[in-house]
């Protein structure tokens, strides 16, 4: 067991899709991040409604309004500089330690939006920990401008821990997990969260927070990993009997090998008893054809020693 972090943050971002909304998702979890204060502007009193519906020790995070960084490009204008303070003050309501601005992948961070960055923090309140995720510079370093304002004003550097470490030293660490999956569709095997434990191990509060297509199942087998040591099972069988299981809801067929390793070689399996991974360790291993249905896969993979 890794839990080495002296806190550690596990949830999704959000809880709509999960049973029983947020009650349900808070019996669950005792972390969520709000996604939906990004695309729609959320009343101050449906925060309320919020807090009041979670746990007194149910911790939210909060993400920043696309206005602030997709229609204004953190240029801080007047109606983004609204848009941020409202989401300052919905951080306050709801206790949220933390602010996410997440900016688009086409815009790079150079003068402008240094200045209008600067500007923004004077809106922030001192108890409220900033990330900023800069999707344009996700991949190596950051531009040596951002990185010293980031040190400077104690910025988190917004990460996915299964893609690379934060590259500004800090006590918090803050990771949006997705994934190498296209438009957030993966699922995390064993290893994977392993090692997205011990990437953040040398923290003092890590806030890991799922959201993919799998989003509530890949944080709950996380924190079981880390309250037991041990993950849970992904399904209900194991082998080829587990592969069926996650391919019956939505493959179609006829599909070749190719396609269903495309389509669904992403989603998790339990391969025997104690080894969980992805369905393509299985879909790799049938013969080159298109298949008629699930049973001719199955019959595939008996017929070549897999059970």
Same mark, same amino acid.
């Given at each position: 067991?890794?839990?080495?972090?002296?806190?550690?943050?596990?949830?999704? &971002?959000?809880?709509?899709?999960?049973?029983?909304?947020?009650? &349900?998702?808070?019996? $669950?979890?005792? =972390?969520?991040?709000?996604?939906?204060? #990004?695309?729609?502007?959320?009343?101050?009193?449906?925060?309320?409604?919020?807090?009041?519906?979670?746990?007194?020790? =149910?911790?939210?995070?909060?993400?920043?309004?696309?206005d602030v960084t997709h229609r204004d490009g953190l240029r801080a204008t007047p109606a983004g500089r609204s848009s941020f303070a409202h989401a300052i003050r919905l951080a306050g309501i709801l206790r949220a330690p933390y602010v996410i601005l997440q900016t688009p992948a086409s815009l790079g961070i150079g003068e402008r939006e240094l200045s209008g960055l600067r500007d923004l923090l004077g809106l922030a309140d001192p108890s409220v920990r900033l990330g900023l995720e800069a999707r344009a510079h996700r991949n190596g370093?950051?531009?040596?401008?951002?990185?010293?304002?980031?040190?400077?004003?104690?910025?988190?550097?917004?990460?996915?821990?299964?893609?690379?470490?934060?590259?500004?030293?800090?006590?918090?660490?803050?990771?949006?997990? =997705?994934?190498? &999956?296209?438009?957030?569709?993966?699922?995390?095997?064993?290893?994977?969260?392993?090692?997205?434990?011990?990437?953040?191990?040398?923290?003092?509060?890590?806030?890991?927070?799922?959201?993919?297509?799998?989003?509530?199942?890949?944080?709950?087998? #996380?924190?079981?990993?880390?309250?037991?040591?041990? =993950?849970?099972?992904?399904?209900?069988?194991?082998?080829?009997?587990?592969?069926?299981?996650?391919?019956?809801?939505?493959?179609?067929?006829?599909?070749?090998?190719?396609?269903?390793?495309?389509?669904?070689?992403?989603?998790?399996?339990?391969?025997?008893?104690?080894?969980?991974?992805? $369905?393509?360790?299985?879909?790799?291993?049938?013969?080159?054809?298109?298949?008629?249905?699930?049973?001719?896969?199955?019959? $595939?993979?008996?017929?070549?020693?897999?059970?």
């Open positions: 067991m890794g839990s080495r972090v002296v806190q550690a943050l596990v949830g999704a &971002g959000g809880w709509g899709y999960f049973p029983g909304g947020l009650p &349900g998702y808070a019996r $669950a979890f005792a =972390f969520a991040e709000v996604n939906a204060s #990004f695309y729609r502007e959320i009343p101050e009193a449906q925060a309320r409604r919020w807090r009041a519906a979670a746990p007194e020790g =149910f911790t939210f995070a909060l993400k920043a309004s696309r370093r950051l531009p040596p401008g951002l990185r010293s304002l980031m040190e400077d004003a104690g910025i988190l550097d917004v990460v996915d821990l299964s893609r690379g470490r934060p590259r500004v030293n800090e006590a918090d660490v803050y990771s949006r997990l =997705f994934g190498p &999956g296209p438009a957030n569709v993966y699922e995390f095997d064993d290893d994977e969260l392993r090692g997205i434990d011990r990437a953040g191990c040398d923290a003092v509060r890590v806030a890991f927070t799922f959201h993919g297509v799998r989003m509530h199942k890949d944080a709950a087998r #996380f924190l079981t990993f880390r309250r037991t040591g041990e =993950f849970p099972s992904a399904t209900r069988a194991t082998g080829v009997a587990s592969l069926e299981e996650v391919l019956r809801p939505d493959a179609r067929f006829p599909a070749s090998r190719d396609a269903l390793a495309r389509d669904h070689g992403w989603k998790v399996i339990d391969l025997d008893p104690r080894t969980r991974a992805h $369905a393509e360790r299985l879909l790799e291993r049938l013969p080159a054809r298109t298949f008629e249905d699930l049973e001719a896969v199955a019959r $595939a993979l008996a017929a070549g020693g897999f059970s």
